[in-house]
C-alpha cells in the first residue's frame, strides 16, 4: 500500500541550522573536505586517524557520528564560451568534453540524542510509528552544550592540518526554489544539486528511488569485518618490490569503486560506563555456560579481552556500522555492481552482505539528521580507534583555485585539472622559489611534458627563453609565431647585440654582456686579459654609443662597431698614448676581422631582422649543430644570457621563464657555470622562474653545479618514468631530498595506466611536502605540435606546405585523416 512521505517523514524543521527530527534528536552538518587520494604518507594516514579518535571522544554520550562519502558519476563540461582561446585550447576543451569521472562530496552529521531515547531496532522505528519530541529538545542549554563539543570536534580535526569543515545552514539543508538541499538529495538520489525532480521509493521487490535500482552492502557484524584493519593498506596497483603504495584503509569503498554509491559510516557514542557493566554481566553469563560449549569458552574470553583493553588502554568503546549504498540506472546493471562492491570489499579483507529485509530501515535511517533511528542490532561492539580505521579518508583530486597554472589530468580518471605549481605554492609558502628541475629518461615524455607548460604558459601571456639541442620546439614555435634561432649552411644563426629597442637601455648589464662577448672572440678560454685591456673595451663600448647617438643615421651592428674602431676609436688611444702592451688594437680587430663584412662568420653578429627580442614572448634556440663550435658556441650563449638578463630587468611585473634542455651539459662544458648558478639563485626576485631538464642521473652526480646550484633551488622537482633505475633510486632519493612516500609516487609513475586511453604520468614535488602524480593526456592536435618523433615531424610538415607553411591548418587536417582511419 502506497503512503504519502510526509505520514512517515522523520524530520521536523530545520531552524539555527540544525536539523531536529520528530523524536527530538538534534544534528549539525558539516560538509567535509578531505586530503586528495594517494597524497598522504604512512605516518599521515595516522595522524589523520588519531585526530578522529581524538575528535570522537569530545562528543558527549548519547551521541552519533554519521559520516556520509557520495560518490556520483558525473562528466566533464568542456567550457566554449571564452572568445580569446586559442586553437589548441578549444581542442583540449573539445577532446575532454563529457570524460566520465567520479564526483565526491562528505557530509559529517553530528547526532545528539534527548535524554531517555532508546535506540531503536529493525522492527521498529519511525516507518512502522512516531512519538511526541521530548521536553529536553526544547532546552536551549543542552542545544549550547552539544554544539560547544561540535564545536571541539571541529576544531581538533581541523588542527590536524588535513580536513576542514564548513558548517552547512538552513538554506544547504533545506531545498530552494532552484536548489536541491541535502535532505530532498538523499531521499531521491540526486545527482546534481540542481536537479528538482522527485521519484517515489519502493521497497517492495528491491530498494528502489525514483528510477534508480539500488543495493546496500553493510558491514554491521563480526562475521563480515576483517581480521585486523588499520589507518591504511598497501594499494597493489601502484606498490613495487622496493616500495609499498599506501591507502586509506576504506579506500576501496571510496573514491576507487567506479560506480554511483554512498558510503556511510555510522559511530554510536553511549554511555562508556553503562556499556563496560553490561559487558560485565554479559561476561558472567558465558561463564556461567562455558562449561556447557565451547563457543560460550570463547565468547566470555573475547568479551574478557575487549574489557581488559577497555581498561588498561583507555579505549572508548562504541558501536559501529557501515554500509555502502549503490545504484544503477537499469535493472542490467545489478550484477555489474555487486561484483564492484564485492571486489572492493575484498581488498580490505571484508565480506558483503547484500541487506534485503533490513534495507528499508538501514535506508530510512541514512536520512540527515535520523541516525537516531538506526537499527541499533545492526551495529557491532568495537573501540572507537578501530572504528575510525573504516572512515572514508580520501577525495579526488582538486583543481587549483589560482588563475595561474596548467592543464593535467586526475590519474584515476584523466578528468582535467586546473594544476599550479608556480604562484599559489609561493603564497602558501609550500615554494620559496618557481624554479623547477625536471628528471626523465629518453622516451618518458620530458620534451612533450615541457612543450605542454610553455603553450600553457604562452597563452599566460609569459615570455619564455628555451635553450635546445633536438629540435624539440620547432613545431610549437612555428605555432606560437615565436623566433626560432638555429644554424645550417643555406641560413646560419644571426644575431644583433649591439641593437637597443624602444626600452633597451644602455646599463651596466648591456655593456658587461656585450663586453663579455667581445673577450670570449678575442681572447682564448686559458687566455687572461689585462685591466687595461677591460678598460679599453669599456671605453670603446661606450663611446661607440655615443658615436651613434650623434650619427642616427648609422645602423648599430658589428660592422659599424668594427668601422667605428678603425676610424675613430684607434685616433683616440694615439692621443691618449695607450701602448700597445697595455691594448693592442691592431691585434684585438685582426682577431675580430672574420666577424666583419666579407669575413668568415660575417653573418653572425649584423642581423638586420629579429631584433626586438625583449619583447617576443617566445624564443627558441637551437643549439644542436653549433654545440661543438669553438666559436659560435661562445657567442650564442652570451647572447643568451644578455636576452634573458634584459627580460628580467626591463619587464617589470611580466613572468618571465628560461629553459634549458639537454644544453646545459654543453654551457657546463664551455665554462658558463657561474651564470647557471647566478640564474637560479636570482631569477625568482624577477618574477622568473629557470627550468632545466635532462634525462640521465649520471649528468646529476657529475655536476657540482647541477647538484649544489640547480637541485637546491629547485624546489619543484617533476620527474617521470624512473622504472628503469629502480634498483638504484636511493641515490636519486637522496640527491633530491625525497621522502619515503614520494619515493613510492615516483616508482608508481606509469605502473597502472589506463589501457583505452594514450597518455603517460608524471611526478611533481613541491618543496618536499607537497606532491602528486597527474596524467600528461592532450588531444590530438596538442599531440601533433607537441611530437618530437622525427616521422610525425615530417609528415606534420608535408601537410603544412599543403596550406603555404601554416602549421595550424596542418595540424588540423593532419588530425582529421587521423581521425579517419582511426
Given at each position: 500500500m502506497e503512503k504519502v512521505i510526509d505520514e512517515l517523514y522523520p524530520i521536523m524543521d530545520v531552524e539555527h541550522d540544525c536539523i531536529l527530527s520528530k523524536k527530538g534528536d538534534m544534528t549539525i552538518v558539516y560538509r567535509a573536505d578531505l586530503p586528495e587520494v594517494f597524497s598522504l604518507s604512512d605516518t599521515e594516514y595516522e595522524s589523520v586517524h588519531q585526530a578522529l579518535v581524538k575528535a570522537i571522544k569530545v562528543l558527549p554520550k548519547h551521541s552519533i557520528l554519521c559520516k556520509q562519502d557520495w560518490f556520483v558519476e558525473a562528466k566533464y563540461e568542456a567550457d566554449f564560451s571564452k572568445e580569446d582561446a586559442s586553437f589548441l585550447?578549444?581542442?583540449?576543451?573539445?577532446?575532454?568534453?563529457?570524460?566520465?569521472?567520479?564526483?565526491?562530496?562528505c557530509y559529517i552529521m553530528l547526532t545528539k540524542l534527548p535524554k531517555g531515547r532508546k535506540f531503536t531496532t529493525s522492527l521498529f522505528s519511525n516507518l512502522l510509528r512516531r512519538?511526541?519530541?521530548?521536553?529536553?529538545?526544547?532546552?536551549?542549554?543542552?542545544?549550547?552544550?552539544?554544539?560547544?563539543?561540535?564545536?571541539?570536534?571541529?576544531?581538533?580535526?581541523?588542527?590536524?592540518g588535513f580536513v576542514h569543515l564548513t558548517r552547512m545552514g538552513n538554506e544547504d539543508l533545506m531545498s530552494q526554489a532552484t536548489k536541491v538541499g541535502l535532505l530532498e538529495k538523499y531521499l531521491c538520489l540526486n545527482e546534481r544539486n540542481t536537479d528538482l525532480l522527485v521519484g517515489d521509493i519502493s521497497?517492495?521487490?528491491?530498494?528502489?528511488?525514483?528510477?534508480?535500482?539500488?543495493?546496500?552492502?553493510?558491514?554491521?557484524d563480526i562475521e563480515s569485518l576483517p581480521g585486523k584493519c588499520s589507518s591504511r593498506i598497501n594499494y597493489e596497483k601502484y606498490s613495487s618490490d622496493r616500495t609499498k603504495f599506501s591507502i586509506g584503509f576504506a579506500s576501496p569503498l571510496g573514491q576507487l569503486l567506479p560506480c554511483n554509491h554512498i558510503y556511510s559510516q555510522y559511530i554510536f557514542i553511549e554511555d562508556a560506563a553503562k556499556t563496560m557493566k553490561q559487558l560485565e554481566?554479559?561476561?558472567?553469563?558465558?561463564?556461567?555456560?562455558?562449561?556447557?560449549?565451547r563457543e560460550n569458552a570463547i565468547a566470555r574470553d573475547a568479551v574478557n579481552d575487549f574489557l581488559n583493553e577497555a581498561i588498561i588502554q583507555q579505549r572508548l568503546p562504541v558501536k559501529a556500522h557501515f554500509n555502502v549504498l549503490a545504484w544503477t540506472d537499469g535493472k542490467d546493471g545489478l550484477k555489474d555492481l555487486r561484483n564492484q562492491v564485492t571486489s572492493a570489499l575484498t581488498q580490505m579483507d571484508a565480506a558483503a552482505k547484500l541487506e534485503t529485509v533490513g534495507a528499508p530501515q538501514i535506508f530510512w535511517a541514512g536520512i540527515p539528521g535520523n541516525a537516531g533511528d538506526f537499527p541499533i542490532n545492526d551495529t557491532f561492539d568495537t573501540f572507537a580507534e578501530q572504528a575510525t580505521c573504516f572512515l572514508?579518508?580520501?577525495?579526488?583530486?582538486?583543481?587549483?583555485?589560482?588563475?595561474?597554472?596548467?592543464?593535467?589530468?586526475?590519474?584515476?580518471?584523466?578528468?582535467?585539472?586546473?594544476?599550479?605549481?608556480?604562484?599559489?605554492?609561493?603564497?602558501?609558502?609550500?615554494?620559496?622559489?618557481?624554479?623547477?628541475?625536471?628528471?626523465?629518461?629518453?622516451?618518458?615524455?620530458?620534451?612533450?611534458l615541457t612543450n605542454h607548460f610553455q603553450r600553457s604558459y604562452h597563452e599566460q601571456e609569459t615570455h619564455a627563453v628555451i635553450v635546445d639541442v633536438g629540435h624539440s620546439y620547432k613545431g610549437l614555435c612555428e605555432l606560437l609565431n615565436g623566433y626560432y634561432f638555429t644554424y645550417s649552411e643555406d641560413n646560419p644563426i644571426r644575431f644583433n647585440p649591439f641593437y637597443l629597442g624602444e626600452e633597451d637601455l644602455l646599463d651596466t648589464e648591456k655593456k658587461e654582456s656585450i663586453k663579455t662577448m667581445l673577450l670570449a672572440l678575442w681572447k682564448k678560454d686559458d687566455e687572461k686579459f689585462t685591466r687595461a685591456e677591460y678598460v679599453a673595451l669599456s671605453n670603446a663600448i661606450?663611446?661607440?654609443?655615443?658615436?651613434?647617438?650623434?650619427?642616427?643615421?648609422?645602423?648599430?651592428?658589428?660592422?659599424?662597431?668594427?668601422?667605428?674602431?678603425?676610424?675613430?676609436?684607434?685616433?683616440?688611444?694615439?692621443?691618449?698614448?695607450?701602448?700597445?702592451?697595455?691594448?693592442?688594437?691592431?691585434?684585438?680587430?685582426?682577431?675580430?676581422?672574420?666577424?666583419?663584412k666579407g669575413g668568415e662568420f660575417d653573418y653572425l653578429l649584423n642581423a638586420t631582422e629579429n631584433l626586438d627580442l625583449l619583447h617576443e614572448r617566445f624564443i627558441v634556440f637551437e643549439l644542436d649543430n653549433i654545440k661543438d663550435h669553438p666559436i659560435l658556441f661562445p657567442v650564442v650563449t652570451i647572447i643568451i644570457m644578455q636576452v634573458f638578463i634584459s627580460k628580467m630587468r626591463i619587464l617589470k611585473g611580466i613572468r618571465k621563464t628560461i629553459l634549458i634542455e639537454e644544453a646545459w651539459k654543453a654551457l657546463m662544458k664551455e665554462g658558463f657555470?657561474?651564470?647557471?648558478?647566478?640564474?637560479?639563485?636570482?631569477?625568482?626576485?624577477?618574477?622568473g622562474e629557470a627550468i632545466v631538464v635532462t634525462q640521465d642521473i649520471e649528468d646529476i652526480i657529475s655536476s657540482p653545479i647541477v647538484k649544489q646550484a640547480i637541485i637546491n633551488n629547485s624546489d619543484c622537482k617533476i620527474l617521470l618514468d624512473q622504472s628503469k633505475y629502480q634498483n638504484k633510486f636511493e641515490l636519486i632519493q637522496e640527491l633530491l631530498a625525497l621522502t619515503d612516500k614520494q619515493k613510492a609516487m615516483v616508482l608508481s609513475v606509469n605502473k597502472a595506466n589506463d589501457p583505452t586511453k594514450t597518455y603517460k604520468e608524471v611526478f611533481i614535488g613541491l618543496g618536499g611536502t607537497h606532491s602528486a602524480v597527474y596524467r600528461i593526456e592532450v588531444s590530438l592536435e596538442e599531440y601533433l605540435a607537441y611530437t618530437t618523433e622525427q616521422t610525425e615531424k615530417v609528415t606534420l610538415m608535408e601537410y603544412a606546405e599543403r596550406f603555404g607553411g601554416d602549421i595550424r591548418k596542418g595540424i588540423m587536417a593532419m588530425a582529421d585523416d587521423l581521425r579517419i582511419r582511426a
Open positions: 585550447s578549444r581542442s583540449s576543451e573539445r577532446f575532454f568534453n563529457e570524460r566520465p569521472y567520479l564526483d565526491h562530496s512519538t511526541i519530541v521530548p521536553e529536553e529538545t526544547l532546552d536551549s542549554k543542552i542545544l549550547q552544550e552539544f554544539l560547544d563539543s561540535c564545536g571541539q570536534f571541529k576544531r581538533i580535526l581541523e588542527d590536524s521497497f517492495d521487490e528491491s530498494l528502489r528511488v525514483g528510477d534508480k535500482y539500488c543495493q546496500l552492502y553493510t558491514l554491521g554481566s554479559k561476561k558472567l553469563r558465558l561463564q556461567s555456560l562455558s562449561a556447557y560449549s572514508n579518508l580520501e577525495t579526488g583530486s582538486r583543481s587549483s583555485q589560482s588563475p595561474f597554472g596548467i592543464r593535467l589530468g586526475d590519474r584515476l580518471t584523466g578528468k582535467p585539472l586546473h594544476v599550479d605549481i608556480s604562484d599559489e605554492p609561493m603564497k602558501k609558502g609550500i615554494i620559496t622559489n618557481r624554479n623547477k628541475f625536471i628528471l626523465g629518461p629518453s622516451g618518458s615524455g620530458k620534451s612533450f661606450t663611446g661607440f654609443f655615443d658615436f651613434l647617438e650623434q650619427h642616427p643615421e648609422v645602423f648599430p651592428c658589428f660592422d659599424s662597431f668594427y668601422e667605428f674602431l678603425k676610424d675613430h676609436y684607434i685616433g683616440v688611444l694615439q692621443a691618449e698614448n695607450v701602448k700597445d702592451r697595455d691594448f693592442d688594437i691592431n691585434n684585438f680587430m685582426y682577431v675580430l676581422r672574420p666577424y666583419y657555470a657561474e651564470y647557471i648558478k647566478y640564474l637560479f639563485k636570482t631569477v625568482r626576485k624577477f618574477f
